[in-house]
């Protein structure tokens, strides 16, 4: 039924684009700004129709266009900051489209560092379209990207206000937007939704996407009825280079080398790219990186009580980049474009481990081992192309995309050593561990269990939209009225295939194994296992060893589902403006169709009839739900230096996939007791009838542009988040009578945030940069555990983030040094204990020395403080993780074309 509904919709737009009531027709005026090298475009510049009164605002190619114009003499007014104001005067005559190219004067020698070195177009670019959006944006454009030690989207994007980023091994990996949980953001890649490699969750791990393939980042805070409503963080649009970003041929290489401090190895990267327009109508551009990565970390773990877990790690990340992208302008009226993006992020990863259990005499040691290979990839195609008839213009685009997480062949072995002489008095950041000689003797330990895991994911989403726009003339106001439909349609899937072993390990005997011993920087860790020695004896032994059928089918099957979702929208919108008054309203309307196919697993343990089985039942749900959703943004320029801007918009959120897929695995024990059987029943299981999170959000800024390279802004949001999910114990509630524990996702109560942000942004003409912004934010939560209430912090919602980045150019250098600062949260309640993230601090540099204007070098200086990762349960002296990373150190070539 779905699809019937999605057909017949969007034929009916379709059938617009082909409708008399479009012919095209001429007139109007279209034109192109650019440098005095006629090389180089200026997006986000204001260009006005002064004696109208009317604006618009030149594209990434620099083109722009008015239509519908009555004849005339008039002034062209065009705005770029950094560069002085161009008035030109035109001649528009009844039934004629004029051609008018705009060149932007290098008056200034600032004009000439922004065209010349490109070291301030960047931040000229990104601060000139934040200025001209109808919502509230902040921006990152590939060349400011290049202006920090940035490796990835992620990193990237730690720079803007309001922005953090969760890490993984010191790497930024994933975007929170005013601390709201990555699952609750909007990722897309050239217009098309960008699924999730993991299984399970919605969030997009942006370290898979190298930051040489991305020509900007647009992170909109608050949303249009054009754009898709799962948003309650907002919208991050991921754009990928095209040829007619620059005039005729570019090309640029990079080649660098860094070193990880902690592990003492050198790592190469490489990357490229090429943009090329033939006959002015047909251009290709084109992306390549490569980035080998040898590095590691120490860590300390503990329970808060009477357990303690040491982790050394050693990691080999490689990640391939690649884009190739096609654009097709016969004329100024109609565009086609091919879009290509393809990155692979694999991870080796092997982890040694020792876990201390403090119990007096009955003091044990696990030593361990992780032995696993994982790959990321992401896919994403899509083509469309836009045509402009008279005073309509027709937008449209097909996509693909698809994510995968590949882990094979994962090896885990686990040794126990029982009765150990080992104490801790478990305080501090790094707990102390004493123990004696035998501790760390291998010979005192037996082999306990191997594990032997093929996980794989799919995330897969096609999608269609229509887009129609006519500007329209009301009492002297330009009014553009704009509707379309988007189809997506998505499928999740989950496949876990583990399998445990825990017998017939008698001739094994782990000093077999043994090898040097790490070298761990937090305290003593013992003797090191062999990687190669475990992965050979599995792979020759295998078929000897006992599998624990059971236990390996529970695990498989618990973690294997399918879910697919359908999602139909419509919008309507329109803009006005109105002298300095600019108004964007509409509806968009969401229809979503979700099913889900899974299994219900459970393993019965029945000391009564002696019976041990693992029951597995297919379960399956299927819910629909739609959305009504109205926004309204307001801007209003009270001169032409002081903007305002007021956001009321509602969005949703869809519930991770893993919550609501259709698992539950449950676990059946009957003993005796007192001399009667005793039966015993917990569950772990999805919820299909979760609801989307739905929030009201409203935002107020005030953006003061000083006439150059430059910007102050100061804002307040607040959003009133309903449907939150929560984790609660729903036994003995319907359904789950008799039983003991049944952990479930449901929908909690609401959850608010509010906070202000500020940002400063200034380019002196002698060459000082200076940046600032900070974040401060309030949150309230509920959540349930052992059938309480608790009310909190919302989940890795810090109350305070910023960053503050000075800088110094000139023609011979460009240095940037850089701090990123994100104060303590609260990440989960653990039992009776409050789990805490510490306050993060890290300091990164960056400088440039300009060989000419085609090369320069550069040298990177990361996490110079040697900034730790640190969560703590209740108080700061008690450690929950502490993990060190090291500094990194990159030295680079670059040469552009």
Known sequence: MKTVKSTLALACLAALISSPVLAQQAGGLQGLLTDKTQNNYFEGAQIQIKELGITTVSRRDGSFRFANLPAGHYTLVVQYLGAPTVELPIDIKAGQTIEQAVTLAASQTEMDNIVVFGQRAGQASAINQQRVADSIKSIVSADAIGQFPDQNAAEALQRLPGLSIERDQGEGRFVGIRGIDPNLNNVTINGINVPSPEAGVRSVALDVIPSELIQSLEVSK????????????????????????????????????????????TSPKVSGSMTHVINDVFGVAAAISYFDRDFGSDNIESNGDDEIEQRYYSINRERIGAAVNFDYRPDFNNQYYL???????????????????????????????????????????????????????IEYQIGYSKADEDEPDALYYTFVGEEMAIDSD???????????????????????EVSFEDNYSKDTESSLKIDLTRSIDWNGNAVELKFGGKYRSRQKQADANIFIYDGDFDDIDPAMFATTTPDWGLGDFGPGLDRSSMRNYFNQNRSNLELADLDSELESN????????????????????????????????????????????????????????????????EHSYD??????????????????RFAYTQTISRPKFEDAAAFQIIES???????????????????????????????????????????LSAGYFYKDIKNFVIFADVAGTEGWDGFEEVVQPINGEQAKVSGFEFSWVKAFNN????????????????????????????PNQSDKIGNITIGYESELFSLRLTTSYKSENLEEIDGELIRMEDAHQQIDFMGKYFI??????????????????????????????????????????????
């Open 426 to 448: 478990m305080q501090g950041q790094i707990p102390t561990i004493t123990q004696d000689a035998a501790a760390q003797d291998l010979a005192n330990y037996e082999l306990d």
């Open 558 to 621: 618990g973690a294997s589902f399918v879910n697919e979702e359908d999602i139909l929208a419509f919008y309507l919108m329109g803009k006005i403006d109105m002298d300095n008054l600019r108004i964007v309203a509409g509806l968009r309307y969401e229809d979503t169709d979700f099913s889900t196919r899974g299994m219900r697993v459970e393993l019965i343990e029945n000391e009564q009839t002696d019976v041990e089985d693992v029951v597995n039942t297919p379960w399956s749900n």
């Open 767 to 794: 060459g000082l940069l200076l940046s600032a912004n900070a974040t401060l934010s309030d949150s309230e939560a509920v959540t349930m555990l052992d059938g309480e209430r608790y009310e909190t912090s919302l």
């Open 627 to 644: 959305y009504l959703l109205p926004s309204l943004n307001i801007r209003y320029s009270f001169n032409q230096q002081l903007l305002g």
């Open 669 to 711: 024990k009957t003993e005796e007791d007192d001399g009667e059987f005793v039966t015993e029943r917990e569950a772990e299981v999805g919820n299909p009838e979760l609801k989307p999170y739905e929030s009201d959000n409203i935002d107020l800024t005030l953006e003061y542009y000083p006439g150059d390279i430059g910007v």
């Open 852 to 897: 000419d204007q085609n090369m320069y070098l550069y040298f990177n200086a990361i996490n110079i403080n040697d900034e730790p990762y640190y969560h703590y349960f209740d108080s700061r002296n008690i450690n929950a993780q502490y993990e060190e990373y090291g500094r990194t150190f990159e030295l680079g070539f670059n040469w552009t074309l």
């Open 339 to 393: 879009r290509t993006l393809y990155s692979k992020f694999a991870d080796d990863e092997y982890r040694q481990a020792n876990t201390f259990t403090f119990d007096g005499d009955d003091s044990e040691i696990e030593r361990g081992s992780k032995d696993r290979y994982e790959s990321q990839t992401i896919l994403s195609v899509t083509a469309g192309g836009e045509h402009q008839r008279d005073n309509w213009l």
């Open 222 to 265: 608050s949303v249009t009825p054009d754009m898709d409503a799962d948003a309650i963080g907002g919208s991050v649009e991921v754009k990928s280079l095209s040829a007619f970003d620059k005039n005729g041929t570019s090309a640029s290489v990079t080649l660098q080398a860094s070193q990880n401090t902690l592990r003492d190895d």
